[in-house]
C-alpha cells in the first residue's frame, strides 16, 4: 500500500490472485467432537518479525507459537533468504508454550461476573531475548514476560546418593561413626548446623564441595504489571505506540493511556460519555495507534465513522483532527442501517497511509489524506442482505468481525460464516476476489467466475460474483451458509503472504 508498490502495480498492472495453500492446524477437531466453550479462541497475533504468534481463548489462556522453518543451525535467515526464489518455502510454526493469563473474578460493588475470555493480545518490543505481551479480558489488561530460564541442580553431593537413599538409621550410624574415627585420631571437630556431622579441621581427601550445574531450560510466563480498575465498561481494544513506551486501551466511552512501567495510573485522552444517558448515539468500537506517528491514534464508532486524533493538540481529544464516515444514500435508510454500519474493527496499514474498516457487510478501505469517502469497498457476504431479520432475531447481526491488511499492502481480509474467509486485490484494477474455508482444502468452495472489468480504486467496488448465483440459504457460490459457524478472528503475517485464522478451537494456517 506504500507509494513504491503503488507505481509498481500502475506500471506492470495488477498482480496476479495468490493460489492460497494449507499449511498446519492446531487443534484440529476430530468428526462430531463437541468443542467446550474455554477451548474458542478469542485473539489472533503474529509479533513485529513474524516469527512468534499468539493466541488467546475464552478460557483466559494463551497459547504462543514459534516459527521453525526460518531456524537454521547451519546459516542465518537471511542465508535462507538469499536461495533460489523458485523453491517457495513452507511456513512452519510449533508450539511453545502456554500459560494462564487471567481468571474469571467478580466485581462485588457491581454484582457483576468478569469472564476470563482473552479480547485481545498485542506484542510489544523484546528485549534481552525475552518476550512481551499484553492481554486483556474486559477489566483488566496484563503484561507479560516470556524468557527461557535455566533449571538449576545441585549435584556432586558428599552424601553418596545410593547409600542415602537407603535406610536412614544406617546413614545416621555411618555418620556417627566417622565422627568418631575423627574424634578417636585427635582431630578437633567441627559441626554442621544440624549437629550430626563433624568434620576435622585440616579437611578430608573425600570431602567436595557442592557444583550447581544447570541441565536443562524451561520456558516461564511472569506477569510484570496489572492494569486494572480504569474502565467502567469493557474494554474492546489495546494497542502499542511506536515509542515502545505508551499503550492505549478502549472501552465504550473511553480511551485511555498508560505508561507500561506505571500500572497504578493512566490518562483519560478520549471521553465521549454525555452528561445524561439518555443523550448516549454512539459507541467507541475499536481504537489503535499509528505504526510510525506517537502522536496520532484511530478510533471507529458503532455510527461507522472513524475519527484520527492528535495528541498534541490537547490533553483531552474530544475534538478530532479528521473524520471518516460514507455519505448515506438516499431513501437507502431501513431498521438495519445503523447496527449494520458500526464498525468492528479497524487497522491501520504498515506505513499508516491507510486504515481498513470493517462493518457488518463490507471491508473500507480509507485514505488518511481524503476525508470525503473510501478509496475501496469490498462486499464481503452480499448475499446476506435478505436475511438481515433472521440475522437480527438470532443476535449474528450483532458479530464483530477482525480485519487485516498484508504487510506489502496489495490485499485485505476478513472473515464471514460457514468459516470462510475473503481476500480482496486492493491495487486500482485489481480484480482478486478469493473466498477460502478454515479447512485442510481452503479452495474447495471456489466455483469459476467470469473475469470483470477493472474498476478504479475510488470507486465502490462490488466484489460479489453475479446475484443470479444466490438463493435463500445459500452463499453466492451456491454453497448452505451456517451462522452458528463464523471466522471472527484473523491475522496477516506482517512480511509474507501467510494468514492465521481460528475457526472455534482449531488454528488454521495457510501460505501462498
Not at 516470556?146 to 533449571?151: C, M
Not at 467502567?232 to 494497542?239: A, E, G, L
Not at 483532527?321 to 431498521?335: I, M, V
Request: proline share 4%.
Amino acid at each position: 500500500m506504500n507509494g513504491g508498490n503503488e507505481v509498481v502495480a500502475a506500471q506492470a498492472g495488477p498482480p496476479q490472485p495468490l493460489d492460497w495453500k494449507f499449511s498446519q492446524v492446531f487443534g484440529e477437531r476430530t468428526a462430531g467432537e463437541e468443542v467446550q466453550e474455554v477451548d474458542i479462541i478469542s485473539a489472533i497475533e503474529f509479533d513485529k518479525s513474524g516469527d512468534h504468534l499468539a493466541t488467546g481463548d475464552r478460557g483466559g489462556r494463551v497459547v504462543l507459537f514459534e516459527r521453525t522453518d526460518t531456524k537454521d543451525h547451519g546459516g542465518s535467515r537471511r542465508d535462507l533468504e538469499r536461495t533460489d526464489n523458485a523453491i517457495s518455502r513452507h511456513p512452519e510454526f510449533r508450539y511453545k508454550t502456554e500459560f494462564q493469563s487471567h481468571e474469571p473474578e467478580f466485581d462485588y460493588l457491581k454484582s457483576l461476573e468478569i469472564e476470563e475470555k482473552i479480547n485481545k493480545i498485542r506484542w510489544c518490543q523484546p528485549a534481552n531475548g525475552a518476550l512481551f505481551l499484553l492481554s486483556t479480558n474486559d477489566k483488566t489488561i496484563k503484561y507479560w514476560k516470556v524468557q527461557e530460564k535455566k533449571v538449576k541442580k545441585v549435584s556432586t553431593m558428599n552424601v553418596d546418593p545410593s547409600k542415602s537413599a537407603g535406610n536412614g538409621s544406617n546413614a545416621s550410624s555411618s555418620n556417627s561413626s566417622s565422627s568418631g574415627t575423627y574424634l578417636a585420631n585427635g582431630g578437633s571437630p567441627n559441626r554442621c548446623l544440624n549437629n550430626d556431622l563433624s568434620f576435622p579441621v585440616r579437611g578430608v581427601q573425600s570431602l567436595r564441595l557442592p557444583v550447581v550445574t544447570t541441565h536443562e531450560t524451561n520456558l516461564m510466563a511472569r506477569c510484570r504489571r496489572v492494569y486494572a480498575h480504569a474502565h467502567d465498561y469493557h474494554i474492546n481494544s489495546i494497542s502499542n505506540n511506536s515509542d515502545g513506551e505508551t499503550f492505549i486501551s478502549a472501552d465504550d466511552l473511553r480511551i485511555n493511556l498508560w505508561n507500561l512501567e506505571i500500572s497504578n495510573q493512566s490518562f483519560n485522552i478520549v471521553d465521549v460519555k454525555p452528561a445524561n444517558m439518555e443523550d448516549l448515539t454512539e459507541v467507541i468500537t475499536s481504537a489503535e495507534f499509528h505504526p510510525t506517528h506517537c502522536n496520532m491514534l484511530a478510533y471507529s464508532s458503532s455510527k461507522g465513522s472513524i475519527r484520527l486524533i492528535d495528541l498534541r493538540q490537547s490533553a483531552l481529544c474530544d475534538s478530532h483532527a479528521k473524520l471518516f464516515e460514507e455519505q448515506e444514500a438516499p431513501g437507502s435508510r431501513s431498521f438495519f442501517t445503523e447496527i449494520i454500519a458500526s464498525i468492528s474493527d479497524i487497522k491501520f496499514g504498515k506505513d499508516g497511509r491507510y486504515i481498513l474498516s470493517r462493518d457488518y457487510m463490507t471491508l473500507k478501505l480509507w485514505d488518511i489524506n481524503m476525508d470525503s469517502g473510501p478509496v475501496a469497498a469490498f462486499q464481503v457476504h452480499e448475499y446476506l442482505r435478505p436475511k438481515l431479520c433472521d440475522l437480527y432475531e438470532n443476535d449474528s447481526i450483532f458479530d464483530k468481525f477482525e480485519c487485516c491488511l498484508s504487510g506489502d499492502g496489495l490485499r485485505v481480509a476478513t472473515g464471514s460464516y460457514s468459516n470462510l474467509f475473503r481476500v480482496f486485490g486492493c491495487i486500482s484494477g485489481s480484480s482478486e476476489a478469493t473466498t477460502l474455508e478454515a479447512s485442510k482444502n481452503p479452495m474447495r468452495r471456489q466455483v469459476q467466475t467470469p473475469s470483470r472489468p477493472a474498476r478504479s480504486l475510488s470507486s465502490s467496488i462490488s466484489r460479489v460474483v453475479r446475484r443470479g448465483a444466490e438463493s435463500p440459504g445459500n452463499d453466492a457460490n451456491g454453497n448452505s451458509f451456517d451462522f452458528t459457524t463464523k471466522l471472527l478472528h484473523l491475522a496477516w503475517h506482517p512480511t509474507e503472504n501467510s494468514i492465521a485464522c481460528a475457526a472455534a478451537n482449531s488454528l488454521y494456517m495457510y501460505y501462498a
